[in-house]
C-alpha cells in the first residue's frame, strides 16, 4: 500500500513561484511513476507532469513546458513540482498519483495511476 501526502501549495501573485511536494510512503518499486495532475472548479482533472522514478524520464502537458520542472527525491520518496511563472489559469487542486505504469503514453491519462494524495489548493492571482 503506498500514501501520498502533497504540500506547498498556496496563494501567489501571478508570475510568482511554489514548489509542491509529494512525500510517499510504502515501497516504489522499478516501473513506477510519479504524476501530477490538477482539477481546476468546473473543468475535468488534468495531467501536468511525470516522472519514471527509476529513469528520471520527464513528460509535461505543453502548457507548462519552460514553466514547471518535475524531479524526485529517491532517498526520501519524495517527488517536486517547481512551478514558476505562475499565471491564474494554473490555478487549481494539485494532486500526485503514482501507479506502476506501462507503456510510457499512459504517463498521461489518469486512469493508469493506482494512488493518489488528497490535493492541495494553488491559488494564482492576477
Known amino acids: 500500500q503506498v500514501q501520498l501526502v502533497e504540500s506547498g501549495g498556496g496563494l501567489v501573485q501571478a508570475g510568482g513561484s511554489l514548489r509542491l511536494s509529494c512525500a510517499a510512503s510504502g515501497l516504489i518499486f522499478s516501473g513506477y511513476v510519479m504524476g501530477w495532475f490538477r482539477q481546476a472548479p468546473g473543468k475535468e482533472r488534468e495531467f501536468v507532469a511525470a516522472?519514471?522514478?527509476?529513469?528520471?524520464?520527464?513528460y509535461y502537458v505543453d502548457s507548462v513546458k519552460g514553466r514547471f520542472t518535475i524531479s524526485r527525491d529517491n532517498l526520501r520518496n519524495t517527488v517536486y513540482l517547481q512551478m514558476n511563472s505562475l499565471k491564474p489559469e494554473d490555478t487549481a487542486v494539485y494532486y500526485c498519483?503514482?501507479?506502476?505504469?506501462?507503456?510510457?503514453?499512459?504517463?498521461?491519462?489518469?486512469?493508469?495511476?493506482?494512488?493518489w494524495g488528497q490535493g492541495t489548493q494553488v491559488t494564482v492571482s492576477s
Open positions: 516522472i519514471r522514478w527509476t529513469s528520471g524520464t520527464t
Open positions: 498519483a503514482t501507479g506502476r505504469i506501462y507503456p510510457a503514453s499512459e504517463s498521461r491519462a489518469s486512469r493508469a495511476y493506482d494512488y
